[in-house]
């Protein structure tokens, strides 16, 4: 297949107009999370057919005894049967000129057994010369709110400019999950497996074009084809930032990438080089990935890479200092301007009116100082953006009013979000009492619906604000 025919196919895959349901259970509920219960709550838009020998009808639909017998043409067919008759489902698939299919079903390759490699080789033979194109197996498939696909009935169905391509279904459930808790959400997600056919080489280049993706992700084990996965990945950095998680790079990960998706992951790195040059955003984790999303959905671009600071304990701001130090960020003096009006903002005793400032230890009266200090941090030439924490976990169980004075903070903040000329970074950290994380969640969501960028730790946000700046220098250098 050509790589048009690919980006076309896809489109394709990602808009079904039908899909047959393969193992359809018979006692499907509409409370429950089989495949077709999914597609119906979810508002897939297109034709269900279950698929079931013994059932005549599913959740009020018509089911059939194989793909074969459905009267009308089918798009899309969801494998979620046993590995071992995979390969007569597929057949079926043939026969009936299905366009695309969705191996849910695990137990090929991955396994390293030999029955499952058989498997897999005789349906991978079936599906090409038959025309059908493959998604998997042992995947998760396809997520587009947008289109009423879901492979989570929990998952939101507001559609967001963030698109995930993984190897790993676990590591797509789960972040779209925890995407959605810190108000990030995406236009298309897919889980591809084994990727007997498809893999992250055709989704990632289907994305570069998609309009309703503005930033790309992706977990990746190993890759088919280097050379043209490299070619793409430079064209998509130039249009749209890159995010990956490169998995399996260590002996033991590499290991276990093989007994995973059954792929040859590569050496480190070579990875690391190529990631470099390529202007590809690499981290270590699903957190992180999530932190750097973060900056690219919230955060306009700073000027340059001077941080204002802004929070409680003293020790607290030179640790702060030191993680912005550490990434490639700096925390420079304020003018003597700044500093003389930070001064008469807080008291003398146990504050600092210098960078990182450290005003008034009263919760209570943070609002007050935040609506004039930031304002002169704003307006100091030495700062690029500002960062403002608080550390919820010193207040838990000792001030009596903690959530009322938070939400004045909070509301102080929001409303300068709007006045400031630079770009203002949110921390709340929680810690472990039950009254400071219900009430980081509530303000987390308050920050997020105004558009403020808001993260769980300082050294989440500075490697995140790092991340987003080294993206935008090199697009700076290339231009």
Avoid at 265 to 274: A, L, V
Avoid at 289 to 295: E, F
Avoid at 298 to 304: A, E, I, K, Q, T
């Amino acid at each position: 297949m050509t790589d048009s025919n690919s980006k076309t196919i896809i489109h394709e895959i990602f808009h079904p107009k039908s899909i047959a349901v393969v193992g359809a259970r018979s006692d499907e509920t509409m409370e429950g999370d089989g495949w077709v219960a999914r597609l119906m709550d979810f508002g897939y838009p297109g034709k269900i057919y279950p698929i079931n020998l013994k059932a005549s009808e599913i959740l009020g639909l018509k089911a059939y005894p194989s793909v074969r017998e459905i009267p009308g043409p089918v798009d899309l067919v969801i494998f979620n049967v046993p590995f071992r008759i995979s390969d007569k489902i597929m057949a079926d698939c043939a026969a009936k000129g299905v366009k695309a299919a969705h191996l849910y079903t695990a137990g090929f390759s991955e396994t390293g057994k030999s029955e499952g490699i058989r498997l897999q080789n005789e349906v991978q033979r079936i599906a090409k010369e038959a025309g059908v194109r493959v998604i998997g197996p042992n995947c998760m498939g396809l997520y587009y709110p947008k289109g009423g696909l879901t492979f989570g009935r929990l998952l939101s169905k507001r559609p967001g400019t963030v698109a995930f391509v993984s190897q790993s279904g676990a590591s797509a459930a789960s972040l779209v999950a925890q995407g959605n808790e810190r108000g990030i959400f995406f236009s298309k997600v897919v889980s591809y497996g084994n990727a007997i056919d498809l893999d992250s080489t055709d989704f990632i280049e289907y994305l570069v074009t998609d309009p309703d993706t503005k930033i790309i992700a992706s977990y990746v084990e190993g890759v088919k084809d280097g050379r043209r996965y490299f070619d793409v990945i430079r064209e998509c950095t130039r249009k749209k930032p890159f995010v990956a998680i490169k998995a399996g790079v260590t002996e033991g990960g590499t290991r276990a990438a093989a007994s995973h998706t059954a792929v040859l992951s590569g050496r480190g790195e070579i990875w690391d080089s190529f990631f470099k040059q390529a202007g590809v955003i690499r981290v270590e984790n699903l957190e992180e990935l999530l932190d750097v999303i973060m900056a690219f959905v919230y955060l306009r671009r700073p000027r340059g890479r001077r941080v204002g600071i802004v929070g409680r304990g003293g020790g607290l701001g030179v640790m702060a200092t030191d993680m912005c130090e550490k990434v490639g960020l700096k925390v420079p003096q304020f003018q003597s301007e700044t500093q003389n009006k930070l001064e008469q903002l807080i008291p003398d005793a146990g504050t600092s009116a210098k960078n990182p400032v450290e005003p008034d230890s009263a919760l209570t009266s943070w609002g007050t100082f935040y609506e004039e200090g930031l304002k002169a941090i704003d307006v100091d030439p030495n700062i690029d953006v500002i960062l403002t924490h608080l550390a919820l976990d010193v207040y838990g169980g000792i001030v009596k009013n903690m959530q009322a004075a938070l939400d004045e903070a909070i509301d102080v903040l929001i409303k300068l979000s709007k006045q400031l000329t630079k770009p203002l970074v949110i921390v709340l950290y929680a810690g472990g009492h039950i009254e400071t994380i219900s009430a980081a969640i509530k303000e987390q969501n308050r920050c997020l619906e105004a558009g403020l960028p808001v993260y769980p730790s300082v050294s989440s946000a500075v490697k995140a604000i790092s991340r987003f700046m080294n993206y935008h220098e090199f697009l700076d250098r290339i231009s």
